[in-house]
């Protein structure tokens, strides 16, 4: 059974996580080979960072000797790679354009797609091939926000022009954008105007794995955490999962499992 050979256990409770940052627990690797910390960041805003660092310790209750290991640092760019993000647009005007990215879950970019905002020569709404979405325009020269939502949801959500793995719902106020298969497919997002256009993050994960190995085992270090520091403060949360042991059957301390065999 995988729950048989893995340690899950939560790292970080989910809570605002500033530029002050926070250390996890931390969590005896003598008897493991392996820990993975798994963390999420939710609402941050494009452009900005979320860094996480693992830190060895000599103990598990007081951190004594607490120290950043080398090479263990992992930076998440929320504009890039995010599972899903909301557009909010305060109005639209003719040429603003969203530029997204899918990336599957081999690891491989697909085309960067740009879709463009017009207010002329479309009739039914898109013109799918060249990826343009309507708006109607006020006399000041802006658009109807609500109209144009729907619009570049059914483009994005178009077979043949739209971002593959992409399914986009549109509300009178925001887009979001996701997978269409959870965990398959994640996206960088772009806008041509920050002013018109808010680009924001719903959730995005990073992972950094240390090998036991990695620890100062020659002046004692046994224990490892996961620190993170975000440029804004976020709601964040994270996991350790230690595995490859050298034990067998590890008793996992959960409120509740259950296994289908």
Not at 95 to 113: F, P
Not at 173 to 178: D, H, K, N, S, Y
Request: aromatic share 8%.
């Amino acid at each position: 059974m995988l729950s048989e050979n893995i340690q899950v256990d939560v790292a970080i409770v989910p809570s605002l996580v500033s530029s002050n940052g926070t250390t996890s627990k931390y969590f005896n690797m003598e008897g493991y080979d392996h820990a993975l910390f798994v963390w999420s960041v939710a609402g941050m805003g494009i452009l900005l960072t979320s860094v996480a660092t693992v830190y060895q310790a000599k103990d598990g209750s007081a951190g004594t000797s607490a120290a950043a290991l080398a090479s263990t640092t992992a930076i998440m760019t929320q504009h890039t790679k995010a599972t899903q993000f909301t557009v909010t647009p305060a109005t639209l005007s003719a040429a603003d354009t969203i530029t997204i990215t899918s990336y599957k879950s081999d690891g491989a970019a697909e085309t960067a797609l740009t879709f463009t905002a017009s207010a002329a020569g479309i009739t039914a709404g898109t013109t799918d091939s060249a990826r343009e979405f309507n708006i109607t325009l006020t006399a000041s020269g802006t658009g109807s926000v609500s109209t144009a939502l729907t619009y570049l949801a059914a483009i994005v959500n178009n077979t043949a022009y739209g971002v593959p793995g992409a399914y986009a719902t549109a509300s009178t106020t925001t887009l979001v954008v996701r997978a269409r298969d959870a965990g398959d497919t994640v996206f960088t997002i772009t806008s041509s105007s920050t002013t018109n256009l808010t680009l924001s993050v719903d959730s995005a994960i990073g992972m950094v794995q240390v090998n036991a190995r990695n620890l100062t085992l020659s002046s004692n270090f046994t224990h490892v955490a996961l620190n993170i520091v975000n440029e804004s403060a976020v709601y964040t949360s994270a996991f350790c999962i230690r595995g490859m042991g050298r034990r067998y059957n590890f008793a996992q301390q959960v409120n509740v499992k259950t296994i289908l065999a």
